[in-house]
């Protein structure tokens, strides 16, 4: 069974900083995309932050140069660590997996979320 958990979501005042983690199971994680998401109440889920498999990292225009994207292979652990946080960054954060294999098939696996809440 694939399972995607998440954790280190939490209140902070603006301008600090938390780290996010997802642990993965289930899958070989190591050729898995990963990525991070959030959905703020009343809006749609955007894309955050992704880093492929060789390690090459992407970022929503809003959070560069404040969130950075890791993984830990060998841990099975992806991260976020986001600085200078925002009002405009609370929001549930998701953890999400994704491959296509030898065959062409396509997999996406998501976790359960974690909320950041920052205060002004």
């Known amino acids: 069974q694939v399972q995607l958990v998440e954790s280190g979501g939490g209140l902070v005042q603006a301008g600090g900083s938390l780290r996010l983690s997802c642990a993965a199971s289930g899958i070989i994680f190591s050729t898995y995309h990963m990525g991070w998401y959030r959905q703020a109440p009343g809006k749609q889920r955007e894309l955050v932050a992704t880093i492929t498999s060789g390690g090459i990292t992407n970022y929503v225009d809003s959070v560069k140069g404040r969130f950075t994207i890791s993984r830990d292979n060998a841990k099975n652990l992806v991260y976020l660590q986001m600085n200078s946080l925002k009002p405009e960054d609370t929001a549930v954060y998701y953890c999400?997996?994704?491959?296509?294999?030898?065959?062409?098939?396509?997999?996406?696996?998501w976790g359960q979320g974690t909320q950041v809440t920052v205060s002004s």
């Open positions: 999400n997996a994704e491959v296509t294999n030898y065959r062409g098939s396509h997999y996406t696996y």
